[in-house]
């Protein structure tokens, strides 16, 4: 079983940032890609960005290009969600996930998901 934890949402406005952090726990993590998605009020869920515990490569939704980073800490098990630039669109709740070995932009090829941290931005 893995438990992913997100911390790190709140209310900012537009052109600010926010770093998002998702603590994972309960298996070795060498193995598994993890992802970040958001969902808007009645949007459905999309990919933000992902990468591998193991890589450095990372691929992002066109939308957060150049605004966004993902990062990971292999100590503490633990990967982040740089957001710069917030523009009120990306007003979500923002979900962590993993799967086993490769990245997705699909999120129904994640099995592990975390509760999710609410990110509001306001213009």
């Known amino acids: 079983q893995v438990q992913l934890v997100e911390s790190g949402g709140g209310l900012v406005q537009a052109g600010g940032s926010l770093r998002l952090s998702c603590a994972a726990s309960g298996r070795t993590f060498s193995t598994y890609a993890m992802g970040w998605f958001r969902q808007a009020p009645g949007k459905e869920r999309e990919f933000v960005a992902a990468m591998k515990w193991s890589e450095t490569s990372t691929n992002y939704a066109d939308s957060v290009k150049g605004r966004f980073t993902i990062s990971r800490d292999n100590t503490k098990n633990t990967v982040y969600l740089q957001m710069n630039s917030l523009k009120p669109e990306d007003t979500a709740v923002y979900y962590c996930?993993?799967?086993?070995?490769?990245?997705?932009?699909?999120?129904?090829?994640?099995?592990?998901w975390g509760q999710g941290t609410q990110v509001t931005v306001s213009s």
């Open positions: 996930a993993a799967r086993w070995i490769s990245t997705s932009t699909h999120s129904y090829d994640y099995s592990y």
